[in-house]
C-alpha cells in the first residue's frame, strides 16, 4: 500500500473530533452534537478514513453524500444512519445540515449484568445497515430524544451521565 493510499484510523471520540474539526466531547468514550453546531468548523469534504467507536445519526435536513465501506448514500432530510466500529467513511456535504449524531464506546453502554445486552446485540450494530428514510412523524420522535440528550450532555447535573445513558437506551431499543 502507497503512502497516498493509507487511510487512517481513527481510535478515539477525541480524536475524531481533532480529525473533523469540531469541538472536543464532554466525556472520552460518549459525545453527542448537532449537526449546526458543527456546520461553522468541519471539514464539509472529507477523505476517507476508518472509526474504530459507534455513530448514530438523525439527519433532519441538508442533503449531501456519505460514502460508509466504499457504498456512497445521498442523504435525504428525515434519515437515519449507523456507523459501525472498522468501517471506512468519508463523505461531501453541504454546509446546512440540521440533527444530531452521537459517538459512543461499546464499554459506554454496556453494562456489566448478567443478560444485560450489548450495542452488538442490537439490531443496527451487528451488521452493516444502510440509512433508513424515516417518515417526519417517526424522525421528530427520534429528534426529540437525541435533543434530550444533547441536553443533558450540558447540563451540570451530578447524574447526567446515567441520565444520558437512559436516554440512550430508550434510543436503542
Same mark, same amino acid.
Given at each position: 500500500?502507497s ?8 481510535s ?5 473530533n ?19 453546531e458543527?456546520m ?5 469534504s ?6 474504530q467507536?459507534?455513530q448514530l445519526?438523525?439527519l433532519?435536513?441538508?442533503g ?11 442523504f435525504?432530510?428525515?434519515?437515519f444512519f449507523?456507523q459501525l466500529p ?5 463523505w461531501d456535504v ?17 453494562v456489566?449484568v ?5 450495542l452488538?446485540?442490537l439490531?443496527?450494530f451487528?451488521?452493516?445497515?444502510p440509512?433508513? +428514510?424515516l417518515? %417526519? !412523524?417517526?424522525?421528530?420522535? $427520534? #429528534? *426529540?430524544?437525541?435533543?434530550s ?6 447540563e ?5 451521565? +446515567?441520565i444520558v %445513558? !437512559?436516554?440512550?437506551?430508550? $434510543? #436503542? *431499543?
Open positions: 500500500m503512502a497516498s493510499s493509507h487511510i487512517p484510523v481513527i478515539s471520540i477525541e480524536g475524531y481533532a480529525h473533523i474539526r469540531v469541538a472536543p466531547s464532554a466525556f472520552p468514550d460518549f459525545d453527542i452534537k448537532s449537526f449546526e458543527n461553522e468548523t468541519v471539514r464539509l472529507m477523505p476517507p478514513f476508518r472509526i467507536f459507534f445519526a438523525i433532519a435536513s441538508g449531501g453524500e456519505v460514502s460508509s465501506d466504499g457504498k456512497a448514500i445521498a435525504e432530510d428525515y434519515s449507523v472498522g468501517q471506512i467513511i468519508t453541504p454546509a446546512n445540515w440540521k440533527g444530531f449524531y452521537i459517538s459512543l464506546t461499546e464499554s459506554f453502554y454496556t456489566q448478567e443478560g444485560a445486552r450489548g452488538y446485540d439490531p443496527y451487528n451488521q452493516y445497515s440509512p433508513s +428514510a417518515a %417526519k !412523524s417517526d424522525a421528530e420522535k $427520534l #429528534l *426529540t430524544i437525541f435533543s440528550i444533547h441536553k443533558a450532555v450540558r451540570n447535573s451530578p447524574h447526567r451521565v +446515567a %445513558k !437512559s436516554y440512550l437506551n430508550n $434510543l #436503542l *431499543t
